[in-house]
Each structure stands twice: as C-alpha cells, then as structure tokens.
C-alpha cells in the first residue's frame, strides 16, 4: 500500500515538474519571439493603414517576408541557379563542415538525435563531448538552419550565419581533439585564417564572401 502511495506521490510530482518545466519554455519563448512580432505588427501599422502595401492582403502579413521575397529573392531554389556558382563555392567550405558534424551526430546515435538526447544507445556518449546527449537539439537546430541556408536564403549569408551557433565550434573542437587533429588542424587553420584575411577586406567592398 506504502509502494502505491509513493508511487502515485512521485507520479504526481514527475507531472507538475513537466508542467512547470512546460509553461516556462512557453512563457520564455513567448518573450524572445515577442521582438518580431512587435516589428512586424508595426509594419502592417505603418504600411497597410492608409497605404494598402501588397503584403497587407497576404493571408499572414509579414513585412520581413515581402521584402525578402521581392527585393532579395529569397525562396525555395531561387539562388540555384549558373550565375550563382562562386557564391555556392564560397559557400561550400562551411556547409560542408555543418554536413559532416551533423551526419557524424546522427550516424554514432540517431536514436538520441531523435528523443532529444532522451534514448542513448551508447551509453559511453553520456560523457561531456560533442555527442552528448544535451548536444542533440543543438544538432537538430543546426541542420534546420543548414537545410534553410542551403535551399532558401541567398548563399552569400551561409557562412555568417553557420559561424554564429556555437554548436558549429564545438564540432570543431572535437575534430581538433580527434586522432586525426594533425590533418584536420591543416585545413581549418587554412580555411578559417583565409575568412578572417581575405573575407573581411572583400566583404567590406561589397564583396558576397559571407
């Protein structure tokens, strides 16, 4: 009888701790999303009142997708096309590292990448690295701004974009720490000090390295 009452106790306590848990990453998200739609309720205040802008009869009226869509040409496959080719080659160098982190991710435990770090197949993963378990909504992130990046936005923003998750430098630092750090310290020292020399004087000319 004790066994049930404890049972039932710790049952009830599990609950509440997901509930709690639940209603503060809603409220939490709730305020870091709450700057975009104070942007683009703005926008419709300003634009769709008197002027009637095209977007205003969109059937979710959003400024920053407009102007993306009209003036930058973002959109599925847009940036795929013959003319674009030294932007996807410039790009390529990073969008192959976020390829080869995140299928490494997947291939050692796709169970974790898919419970959340939740299920672990290998339970010698659970030691503080880059496949650690905690590691694998950060990887999901990463291969949804990878799949964006490559597939929708312009291809001159995937390298600036990748280089802001940190997820990207753990990897990095974990290529680093590998058995073959001699070989791999070669061409990231390469790649990232040719970003740092050449890519900030191009970009500052109006150049499309980032």
């Known amino acids: 009888m004790n066994e049930l009452i404890n049972l ?11 509930s709690k848990e639940f209603f503060t990453l809603l409220i939490t998200g709730l305020i870091h999303s709450s700057p975009i739609f104070l942007v683009l309720g703005n926008g419709y205040r300003v634009y769709c009142k008197d002027m009637g802008s095209p977007y205003c009869f969109s059937y979710f009226p959003s400024i920053y997708n407009y102007v993306q869509d009209k003036y930058w040409n973002v959109g599925l496959f847009r940036y795929w096309e013959l003319k674009q080719v030294p932007n996807f080659l410039l790009a390529f160098p990073m969008v192959y590292i976020s390829v080869r982190g995140i299928f490494g991710y997947v291939r050692r435990d796709y169970l974790k990448f ?5 299920v672990c197949k290998d339970p010698s993963t659970k030691k503080p690295h880059f496949f650690h378990g905690i590691t694998a909504p950060f990887i999901l ?3 949804i701004n990878t799949l964006i990046l490559t597939f929708v936005a312009n291809t001159q923003i995937i390298t600036r974009a990748l280089c802001s998750l940190p997820v990207l430098y753990w990897y990095l630092a974990h290529v680093l720490q590998s058995q073959s750090a001699a070989q791999s310290q070669t061409w990231l020292l390469l790649f990232f000090s040719s970003y740092s020399l050449i890519g900030l004087n191009l970009f500052s000319n109006f150049y499309p390295w980032t």
Not at 8 to 18: D, E, G, R
Not at 114 to 118: C, D, K, P, V
Request: proline content about 0%.
């Open 8 to 18: 039932s106790l710790n049952s009830k306590l599990k609950l509440s701790s997901v």
């Open 114 to 118: 898919l419970s959340f770090g939740a």
């Open 141 to 143: 992130y990463w291969l």
